[in-house]
């Protein structure tokens, strides 16, 4: 960094799990964060999904600097193998460690611009002697300009969800139908949300831990409601893969969540539809919905629709800085080899840090969710790593910057969502290549993994 931007603070996009490590992270290196939250309170994606437990138990998802500066406040570290809901990670560590960042964090401020103050995307003149310019709108209306010696983009992706459509657009008739077509795993504790499922024909499309998860918690509603049911909409065919592992997989809240989908379709709570590529979503005289596939394929009366395939990064407010993103999944193009789904489950992704992320844009980094663009496989220790060589970098600690200091668990930590609520059972299960840690390794970036060695489909 140069000394046109002295004093100015590291800016900071989203207070989420990876937002504020990043923070905390930055303080440790003496650089001073300032973090942006568009929602009203730290971690409000986390928030939507509070009633969704974690594959990764406490040990895995709270950040060693961040712990640090939690640890003066009287904070008192949860169980670490316990394993949280999205509530639990918010009230015992996210929100206490926004409160203990204070004034450096601040709600309810909307980034809708980051460019270089005074040069828009084609000027090179000086480009890297220029503070990032960051426009930020509150609720009120009122818009404010602010500057930054380095933008870190952690706002993720969950307000971005990919739509129903098979070819990655809306399916005709989608937005017309919105009243009746929900992208979240819905919370059957919540009586309003019951009410919409209860009694109801309900399509569920995606096929990874979401869909698992809606499937089994309408199940679940299913035995107490008649007339519940739930047609799960499948691109692909079945397959013995289709529902992970089971008692056999290495990651057993993956298994646990696979085998309660299962179940779900052969208890006859659920029915399969598989082969389905959904063009388009009509309405019936009497209010009912039917998708229809691309070749013409017709699945009729459904009260509801549960689309489930996946999220998307927003990069609308980027466009004037110069990012180099692939052109598929959206992520750096240093790390979009490593994470593509294609050829990686979570337990084949390794960790990685500044040099992976980087731009030509100098100082502006994409971290945590958002820098996996597409790809399904991010972890919470995957992203803190990332942050803490962020901040080393940033902080002209270009060796720490290329160290790894992280040791992954052997079970490839799948830090999805899921449900998991037998910790303690599931892990007598847990044997063969991913039953126990790994001893500690530093390993430089670049060198190869420091996971085990897993399939495509995720299994060890």
Same mark, same amino acid.
């Given at each position: 960094?140069?000394?046109?931007?002295?004093?100015?603070?590291?800016?900071?996009?989203?207070?989420?799990?990876?937002?504020?490590?990043?923070?905390?992270?930055?303080?440790?290196?003496?650089?001073?964060?300032?973090?942006?939250?568009?929602?009203?309170?730290?971690?409000?994606?986390?928030? &939507?999904?509070?009633?969704?437990?974690?594959?990764?138990?406490?040990?895995? !998802?709270?950040?060693?600097?961040?712990?640090?500066? %939690?640890?003066?406040?009287?904070?008192?570290?949860?169980?670490?193998?316990?394993?949280?809901?999205?509530?639990?990670?918010?009230? /015992?560590?996210? /929100?206490?460690?926004?409160?203990?960042?204070?004034?450096?964090?601040? $709600?309810?401020?909307?980034?809708?611009?980051?460019?270089r103050a005074g040069r828009d995307r084609i000027v090179d003149a000086d480009r890297e002697r220029q503070p990032f310019t960051v426009h930020v709108e509150y609720p009120d209306g009122t818009e404010e300009r602010l500057l930054a010696r380095a933008v870190v983009d952690a706002s993720g992706t969950w307000s971005t969800p990919n739509? %129903?459509?098979?070819?990655?657009?809306?399916?005709?008739?989608?937005?017309?139908?919105?009243?009746?077509?929900?992208?979240?795993?819905?919370?059957?504790?919540?009586?309003?949300?019951?009410?919409? $499922?209860?009694?109801?024909?309900?399509?569920? #499309?995606?096929?990874?831990?979401?869909?698992?998860?809606?499937?089994?918690?309408?199940?679940?509603?299913?035995?107490?409601?008649?007339?519940?049911?739930? #047609?799960?909409?499948?691109?692909?065919?079945?397959?013995? &893969?289709? $529902?992970?592992?089971?008692?056999?997989?290495?990651?057993?809240?993956?298994?646990?969540?696979?085998?309660?989908?299962?179940?779900? *379709?052969?208890?006859?709570? +659920?029915?399969?539809?598989?082969?389905?590529?959904?063009? +388009?979503?009509?309405?019936?005289?009497?209010?009912?919905?039917?998708?229809?596939?691309?070749?013409?394929?017709?699945?009729?009366? =459904?009260?509801?629709?549960?689309?489930?395939?996946? =999220?998307?990064?927003?990069?609308?407010?980027?466009?004037?800085?110069?990012?180099?993103?692939?052109?598929? =999944?959206?992520?750096? *193009?240093?790390?979009?080899?490593?994470?593509?789904?294609? /050829?990686?489950?979570?337990?084949? !992704?390794?960790?990685?840090?500044?040099?992976?992320?980087?731009?030509?844009?100098?100082?502006?980094?994409? !971290?945590?969710?958002?820098?996996?663009?597409?790809?399904?496989?991010?972890?919470?220790?995957?992203?803190?790593? /990332? #942050?803490?060589? *962020?901040?080393?970098?940033?902080?002209?600690?270009?060796?720490?910057?290329?160290?790894?200091?992280?040791?992954?668990?052997?079970?490839?930590?799948?830090?999805?969502?899921?449900?998991?609520?037998?910790?303690?059972?599931?892990?007598?299960?847990?044997?063969?290549?991913?039953?126990?840690?790994?001893?500690?390794?530093?390993?430089?970036?670049?060198?190869?993994?420091?996971?085990?060695?897993?399939?495509?489909?995720?299994?060890?």
């Amino acid at each position: 960094m140069t000394s046109d931007t002295t004093g100015l603070p590291v800016l900071v996009i989203g207070a989420g799990p990876i937002g504020l490590a990043a923070a905390a992270h930055l303080l440790e290196h003496g650089l001073e964060p300032l973090v942006l939250e568009a929602g009203p309170q730290a971690a409000a994606s986390v928030r &939507s999904w509070s009633h969704v437990r974690l594959f990764s138990p406490w040990a895995e !998802v709270v950040d060693p600097a961040a712990e640090k500066l %939690l640890t003066p406040t009287g904070w008192t570290r949860p169980d670490a193998t316990a394993y949280p809901t999205g509530g639990d990670w918010v009230a /015992q560590y996210l /929100q206490p460690l926004a409160d203990a960042l204070g004034d450096k964090v601040r $709600y309810d401020a909307r980034v809708t611009g980051v460019a270089r103050a005074g040069r828009d995307r084609i000027v090179d003149a000086d480009r890297e002697r220029q503070p990032f310019t960051v426009h930020v709108e509150y609720p009120d209306g009122t818009e404010e300009r602010l500057l930054a010696r380095a933008v870190v983009d952690a706002s993720g992706t969950w307000s971005t969800p990919n739509p %129903l459509g098979a070819d990655g657009l809306p399916a005709l008739g989608e937005r017309a139908a919105a009243d009746h077509v929900s992208y979240r795993v819905p919370d059957l504790r919540d009586p309003a949300v019951r009410a919409r $499922y209860a009694g109801k024909r309900t399509a569920v #499309v995606g096929t990874g831990a979401s869909a698992f998860t809606a499937l089994a918690a309408l199940a679940d509603l299913a035995e107490q409601e008649p007339g519940t049911h739930a #047609v799960w909409v499948l691109r692909r065919g079945l397959t013995g &893969s289709t $529902y992970g592992g089971g008692t056999a997989d290495q990651l057993p809240a993956r298994g646990a969540l696979g085998l309660a989908a299962k179940a779900a *379709v052969d208890n006859g709570h +659920a029915t399969a539809l598989t082969g389905f590529r959904t063009a +388009a979503v009509e309405r019936a005289a009497d209010g009912t919905l039917t998708l229809v596939a691309e070749d013409g394929t017709r699945t009729e009366g =459904l009260d509801e629709i549960v689309v489930l395939t996946g =999220l998307r990064p927003d990069l609308s407010f980027l466009t004037e800085l110069r990012l180099a993103l692939d052109d598929r =999944l959206q992520a750096p *193009v240093a790390l979009a080899p490593l994470i593509d789904p294609n /050829q990686h489950s979570c337990g084949t !992704v390794y960790p990685h840090g500044a040099n992976e992320l980087s731009h030509p844009e100098q100082d502006a980094y994409l !971290v945590g969710m958002k820098s996996y663009g597409r790809a399904p496989t991010f972890l919470a220790l995957t992203g803190y790593e /990332q #942050v803490r060589s *962020v901040a080393a970098a940033l902080a002209g600690d270009h060796e720490a910057a290329a160290r790894v200091e992280l040791t992954l668990p052997e079970t490839g930590v799948c830090g999805g969502a899921g449900l998991y609520d037998q910790p303690a059972a599931a892990r007598e299960q847990n044997d063969g290549c991913c039953s126990a840690p790994a001893a500690p390794r530093l390993i430089t970036l670049g060198t190869g993994p420091s996971g085990p060695s897993c399939s495509p489909t995720g299994g060890c």
